[in-house]
Antibody, heavy 115, light 107 residues
Framework: QVQLQESGPGLVKPSGTLSLTCAVS?????????WSWVRQPPGKGLEWIGE???????NYNPSLESRVTISVDKSKNQISLRLSSVTAADTAIYSC????????WGQGTLVTVSS | DIQMTQSPFSLSASVGDRVTITCRAS??????LNWYQQKPGKAPKLLVY???SLQSGVPSRFIGSGSGTDFILTISSVQPEDFATYYC?????????FGGGTKVEIK
């Protein structure tokens, strides 16, 4: 049973960089082709941030592309997210997930952007 | 980007009612359409993938249909545990996009 667990700071200052990690357990990160990051502002809908193939190929949401980096560390069986120049509008629950018909989701972690 | 439009925004239903949620894509996505259920404070749960394939362990009262641009999620007889928010999501092309959600409430 594959499980995903996000971790990282819950509070980031405006103009700073948000950094999160998603640890994959119960299976290899190579078991699914694409791993996504998704965010959900409190009380709002779901927004796709981007994805990474276990080979390292990435696709990003054009609305965030200039600020986003997603990476994979197969030796640690984890993926990472970096979002730079954050503002209050980036406050959300950030989750890692697979979105191509398999059902792997982390429980999500709330990141608040505030001074 | 492919826009996914869900309707209605919300609905009220009684236990046992038949509930229908619609999702429309701004261009054809063949059958690359997933449906999720989300309860407060929880991660989304995949119900249907490839427009009409039921995810393992999901009750058969959840029925997905459609192809191209128009898709439907039907709950044939809504149960108390089905009151939640439902999202469609296209996996045809990046950027992957979600519908705005449909909240199913108890009447």
């Amino acid at each position: 049973q594959v499980q995903l667990q996000e971790s990282g700071p819950g509070l980031v200052k405006p103009s700073g960089t948000l950094s999160l990690t998603c640890a994959v357990s119960g299976g290899s990160i190579s078991s699914s082709n694409w791993w996504s990051w998704v965010r959900q502002p409190p009380g709002k809908g779901l927004e796709w941030i981007g994805e990474i193939h276990h080979s390292g190929t990435t696709n990003y949401n054009p609305s965030l592309e200039s600020r986003v980096t997603i990476s994979v560390d197969k030796s640690k069986n984890q993926i990472s997210l970096r979002l730079s120049s954050v503002t209050a509008a980036d406050t959300a629950i950030y989750s890692c997930a697979t979105l191509y018909g398999d059902d792997y989701w982390g429980q999500g972690t709330l990141v608040t952007v505030s001074s | 980007d492919i826009q996914m439009t869900q309707s209605p925004f919300s609905l009220s239903a009684s236990v046992g009612d038949r509930v229908t949620i619609t999702c429309r894509a701004s261009q054809s996505i063949n059958n690359y359409l997933n449906w999720y259920q989300q309860k407060p404070g929880k991660a989304p749960k995949l119900l249907v993938y490839a427009a009409s394939s039921l995810q393992s362990g999901v009750p058969s009262r959840f029925i997905g249909s459609g192809s191209g641009t128009d898709f439907i999620l039907t709950i044939s007889s809504v149960q108390p545990e089905d009151f939640a928010t439902y999202y469609c999501q296209q996996s045809y092309i990046t950027p992957l996009t979600f519908g705005g959600g449909t909240k199913v409430e108890i009447k």
